[in-house]
Structures are given as C-alpha cells and as structure tokens.
C-alpha cells in the first residue's frame, strides 16, 4: 500500500500548472464510443480514473492510440462488446455512462450496477427513467442493468426531479443519435456538461441550452470524428488554492479558467485571501495571515460544488472564528471529519451541517483516505499540521489528482510517497 507522509509548517509558494478535467475527460471518453471516426483528444490528465476508461473502451474494442505526454486518438469502428463488468464499475462509477452511446448507437448496453460508495448509495434511477422515455427497455438481473432499443432511442421530453451531472451526461449522449428532438428539463449547469456538448457538436450534434438548465438535442443519423481540448479541471484548480489559503502562502495557478470557479473564489476572498484572475491564470496571496472562518452550503452548479466542500473543511479548522458547512448533495460526505478530529480538529457534526469551531494549530497524525477529496483535504491538514503525518490508501488521490506530491514539492511541501 503507498502512504503519503507530509510534514507540515511550509506555506505554499510558487507557481503550479491545472491538468486537465477528470469529470469532463471521463465523459467524453466513453463518447468516443457515438462514431467509426476518430477522435483526437488533447489535455487529458495522467488519473487512475482515466487508465481505467481507457481499459474499459479496450474491453469493448475501441481502440485507443496515446501520443506523447497527454493527447490520445480513439475510434469505435469495430466494437464487440458492449458489457461494462462489475470489477471496473465497482471503482470508477462513470461507467455507468457507456450505456447511452452502446443504446444510441448498437442498440443494446449491459452495465454493472455501480453499487454505492462511501459518499453516499448514489442510485441511478434518473438516468434509467430518463432512457426508458426514450423508449429503452431496462431490467436489473444479478447486479446488471440490461437495457434494450432494438429500433433504435426516440427523441422525448426527460424531466429530472433533481440535478444529476452525469444522468445529464448520460440522457445528452443518448439524445444525439436518436429519432427526433429530446429536451432536457432541469438539466445539471456543471462546465464538464458544456465541455462535453462542445465535443459532440464537433462530431455533429445538433445540441442547444447546454450549461442551462433546459438543454435541447435534434437526433442525428451518425456523428463523425472530431479534434478537442479537455478544459482545465476546476477542481483541482480549487484545491491548490484552499491549500494556499490553509497555509497562508502565496500562488499562482496556470492553466485554469477562473469563471468556473467564481463561488469558490469569492468564498477565500471572505477567508481573506487577495485573488487575482486572469485569462488563464490564478493568482491568491494570503500575505502570511490566518485564514478567516467562512460558512459554506454545497449545491449543484452554480454554487458552491460538493465537490470542494472536504477541502474548505480542512481552512475552516484552522481558521480564525467558527463555521458552518453544510453538505446538500450527497448524504455521507463526511468521512474526512473523523481523521481530522485526530489531528485536533473541532468538529461537531448535526445531520448535514458540520460545525468548526477553528484551532490555532493541528498536530501530525496517522489517518486514513476514505474516499477522492477527502484525501485532498486531509493532505491540506497534514500540510498546516505540527510534525508528520502519514496519509494511508492514497489510491483514492490518484484517482482524481495528477502527480499530487511532485506539485506539492513545487510548491515548497514536504511530501513523498512511501511505499508500506
Ligand atoms: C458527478 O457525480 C461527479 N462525478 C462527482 O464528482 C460530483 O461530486 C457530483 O457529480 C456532484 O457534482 C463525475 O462527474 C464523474 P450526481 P454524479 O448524479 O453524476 C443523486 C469527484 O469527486 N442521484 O450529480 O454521480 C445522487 O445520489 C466526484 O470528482 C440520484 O438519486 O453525481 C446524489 O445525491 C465525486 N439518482 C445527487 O443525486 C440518480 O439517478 C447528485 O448526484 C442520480 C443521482
């Protein structure tokens, strides 16, 4: 097992480079499975995730070609199969997302239910109801979803009773290759959304609203190949900006798009952080001061994501004041709580609210990683703590951050990787 051990005390200086969206390169992977042509996609990041949607499209037979560094070119001109197993859904849950292209395009998809994760049971009902309206068949046989369209999706309305990002994903795949128009009511905002539509467009959707909550799809025969550039991930740009502010440094993140983070910045002005954007880069100085405790409220896009909501957690415990951080996405998205009390965090936690009354100081600690951003926030932590601190199952970072210690170190961290 790795472990990262992190010894705290360093603010964070210097200049740090965003890779590529996780949550838009997952997307718009399994698109490539919509067309016999090639895709050319550049900006993809280096993530356990992805290694895993490129074995997954492999399992099917598409066949996928990497370049130097972080472009890749995908075609589907001779898909097998289009069975999504239970050992590779089970970790990386947008697999779920093959069954709208495998529908649109062959007619058929089975997919293993992706089961629920640590964050919360995470159903995928919306996505099934909204492919039955397009007049999919779907079934549920020994933890699989079987779904059918012999003559081929037909355009309808699909209401979701809640955002979901990929149930929007999933239906905005779908609609692209079916008989007529579909609208999508109550469609989920995040940029990944508008990422993805940018690239079927490029293929040849016909697609209207996306980034709206109403978005519009006008079915087409086939999609061709096309050429695209994963947005930056805000994400990731979000997280080295909290870790800034934890550690009262002084930053400058390349290579990011600061409209999709305004919720997030505004929310470290409040903390007290000076933020200056620019076309393409971030910069945030804390001026060596204490980060002021802020309340936050975590919803769909956007406002403040959930996403971001582990890593505000690890400022506000080491902030100057109390805080109130509320979590209305998902159910359980506080394992990260439990592993930061050891470190001396003072955290009372009342249904979906957390309470933080901030400490001066934390001190170094063993803890475990639960799941993709509560190991960022518990790096943060390690980062602001007194002495050493050993970050154990840190698969879960990978999954989702792109050489995470060798960025850090850039920035001045004391992390490395060990190996148990
Ligand atoms: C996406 O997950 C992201 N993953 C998540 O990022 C992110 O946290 C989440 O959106 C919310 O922003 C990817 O894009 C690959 P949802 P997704 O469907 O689509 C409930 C990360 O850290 N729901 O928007 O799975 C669900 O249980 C990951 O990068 C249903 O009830 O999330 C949740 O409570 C973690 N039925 C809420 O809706 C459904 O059919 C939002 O889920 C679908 C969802």
């Known amino acids: 097992m790795q472990k990262l051990e992190v010894t705290g005390g360093k603010k964070l200086e210097g200049e740090v480079t965003i890779s590529g969206a996780k949550n838009s390169s997952l997307p718009i992977l399994i698109s ?19 290694s895993s949607m490129i074995t997954l499209l492999r399992e099917l037979n598409v066949d996928i070609t ?3 560094n972080i472009s890749l070119t995908t075609q589907a001109d001779n898909v097998t199969s289009w069975t999504a197993p239970y050992d ?4 990386m849950r947008a ?68 955002k979901t990002v990929t149930g929007t994903e999933n239906i905005l ?149 109390n805080s109130k951080v509320q979590e209305t996405v998902f159910e359980n998205r506080f394992m990260h709580i439990d592993e930061m009390k050891r470190m001396g965090a003072d955290i009372t936690i009342d249904n979906n609210c957390a309470f933080i009354k901030g400490v001066k100081s934390l001190s170094g600690a063993e803890v475990i990683a639960s799941d993709l951003r509560a190991s960022a926030s518990l790096i943060i932590s390690a980062l602001v703590a007194e002495g050493t601190s050993n970050i154990n199952r840190v698969y879960h970072i990978d999954r989702g951050y792109e050489f995470i210690e060798e960025k850090m170190q850039r920035l001045g961290a004391n992390i490395v990787r060990k190996i148990d």
């Open 32 to 50: 490539s499975l919509l067309t016999d042509q090639k895709l050319v996609l550049h900006n993809i990041p280096h993530l356990n995730d992805v």
């Open 66 to 68: 990497m370049h130097e």
């Open 88 to 91: 590779i859904v089970r970790t």
């Open 95 to 162: 697999s779920i997302m093959v069954i709208a292209p495998c529908l649109a395009r062959f007619g058929k998809a089975i997919v293993s239910l992706p089961g629920g994760c640590l964050i919360g049971s995470r159903p995928i009902d919306m996505h099934l109801s909204g492919l039955e309206a397009m007049g999919a068949k779907c079934f549920i046989k020994e933890g699989y979803i079987h779904c059918s369209a012999p003559k081929g999706l037909k355009g309808a309305t699909v209401s979701f009773d809640n």
């Open 173 to 321: 795949m779908a609609a692209t290759l079916a008989k007529g128009t579909t609208t999508i009511k109550n469609a989920a905002c995040e940029p990944e959304i508008v990422d993805l539509a940018n690239c079927l467009i490029k293929m040849g959707a016909q697609i209207q609203g996306q980034g709206t909550e109403t978005i519009q799809v006008d079915g087409v025969k086939k999609l061709g190949g096309a050429e695209h550039t994963i947005m930056p991930d805000r994400i990731e740009s979000g997280t080295f900006l909290a870790a800034a502010t934890a550690t009262r440094g002084h930053i400058r993140i390349k290579n990011t798009n600061h409209k999709y983070l305004k919720n997030v910045i505004s929310k470290l002005k409040l903390a007290g952080a000076e933020i200056t954007c620019k076309e393409d880069w971030i910069e945030l100085d804390m001026k060596g001061k204490r980060p002021k405790a802020v309340n936050i409220k975590t919803a769909p896009y956007p406002k403040f994501p959930t996403d971001m909501q582990a890593q505000f957690m690890a400022i506000n415990s080491i902030a100057d004041g």
